[in-house]
């Protein structure tokens, strides 16, 4: 059992930066890839970024590719978002997502675990 937490959200300005943290509880944190989903007002859930268990190979979404960084620290069962050059469409809920498996996937069903969501708004 894995259970997520997300924190770092809020209020910023178009252009602005953001860091996105995903706390995970339970010992076997580095036995799942993670990723980050995020949905808009109006909008369906969609993939922004996906990192491996290991931290060595990453994923993105061609919307936020050069402007997002995913990473993680196993010793700290954590793994992050770190957003810049922020537009008003960034503007949506974020969660975090576990799947037992070496790499994360664009599809939302093979995740077994989910954070609460942390938002995330952009002003223009």
């Known amino acids: 059992q894995v259970q997520l937490v997300e924190s770092g959200g809020g209020l910023v300005q178009a252009g602005g930066s953001l860091r996105l943290s995903c706390a995970a509880s339970g010992r076997t944190f580095s036995s799942y890839a993670m990723c980050w989903f995020r949905q808009a007002p109006g909008k369906e859930r969609e993939f922004v970024a996906a990192i491996s268990w290991s931290g060595g190979s990453t994923s993105y979404a061609d919307s936020v590719k050069g402007r997002f960084t995913i990473s993680r620290v196993n010793a700290k069962n954590t793994v992050y978002l770190q957003m810049n050059s922020l537009k008003h469409k960034d503007t949506a809920v974020y969660y975090c997502?576990?799947?037992?498996?070496?790499?994360?996937?664009?599809?939302?069903?093979?995740?077994?675990?989910w954070g609460q969501g942390t938002q995330v708004t952009v002003s223009s």
């Open positions: 997502a576990a799947v037992p498996s070496e790499s994360g996937t664009v599809f939302q069903s093979r995740y077994d675990y």
